[in-house]
């Protein structure tokens, strides 16, 4: 246990659905990620939140929406997905964003998404 | 732009074997290197992280070390078991894409340790 948690483990949908991942971090972070990986590619960063404000996002399309509402609670809004949007959704925490050199991610277990 | 590369893709030793990881990165000006395990369809679990003024990390029978200038990190594990088969992923924390604190990937190192 890494004190991040996802839910669901698993979904699988539709192209026209919508659909929500979940992550909770129980480390009193400030910091939160949101991560793809995909079969055969590294993976790839997608958001950043500090402190409920956004401070990154990598070029990700907007069929993907990110919502932080309070430092410990993290979603992401999955609507019109693609078949390749298929992969493990991976949520992170760190203390904070600012690179001191020490900013240990601490990474919940996934969400292995399939879209039909 | 900084990419991490790790060699080998994937690699089987029999137990007990001591064994060496490695990763490369092409941007020397990093804040940190680490060292992840993931196990198969799971999250990834920190083992190891090196501060960019740091040389090397030990913890219990992993050993990473971290050359900047040639842009290489490298695990030693140790009198390797079953239980050490994994995928490694090695990853490079910077300040890419106008934001700091991002940990640039490689695509991971598949460990197969045999009885």
């Known amino acids: 246990e890494t004190g991040v948690t996802q839910t669901p483990r698993h979904l699988v949908m539709g192209m026209t659905n919508k659909k929500s991942l979940k992550c909770e971090q129980h480390?009193?972070?400030?910091?939160m990620y949101w991560y793809k990986q995909s079969a055969k590619k590294p993976l790839e960063l997608m958001f950043v939140?500090?402190?409920?404000?956004?401070?990154e996002n990598n070029s990700v399309p907007s069929r993907f929406s990110p919502e932080c509402p309070n430092s410990s609670h993290l979603f992401l809004h999955l609507h019109t997905l693609q078949p390749e949007d298929s992969a493990l959704y991976l949520c992170?925490?760190?203390?904070?964003?600012?690179?001191?050199?020490?900013?240990?991610?601490?990474f919940g277990p996934g969400t292995r998404l399939t879209v039909l | 732009k900084q990419e991490v590369t790790q060699i080998p893709a994937a690699l089987s030793v029999p137990e007990g074997e001591n064994l060496v990881l490695n990763c490369s990165f092409t941007?020397?000006?990093?804040?940190?290197l680490q060292w992840f395990r993931q196990d198969p369809g799971k999250g990834l679990t920190s083992l190891l992280l090196?501060?960019?003024?740091?040389r090397e990390q030990t913890s219990g029978r992993l050993n990473a070390s971290l050359d900047k200038s040639s842009g290489r990190s490298t695990l030693y594990i140790a009198a390797s078991q079953p239980g050490d088969s994994a995928t490694y992923l090695c990853?490079?924390?910077?300040?890419?894409?106008?934001?700091?604190?991002?940990?640039?990937f490689g695509k991971g190192t598949k460990l197969s340790v045999k009885p």
């Open positions: 480390l009193g972070h400030n910091a």
């Open positions: 090196i501060q960019s003024s740091q």
């Open positions: 990853a490079a924390e910077g300040y890419y894409g106008g934001s700091q604190g991002n940990l640039i």
């Open positions: 992170a925490s760190s203390q904070d964003v600012s690179a001191g050199g020490y900013n240990e991610q601490f």
């Open positions: 939140y500090s402190l409920e404000e956004r401070v």
């Open positions: 941007d020397s000006a990093i804040y940190n």
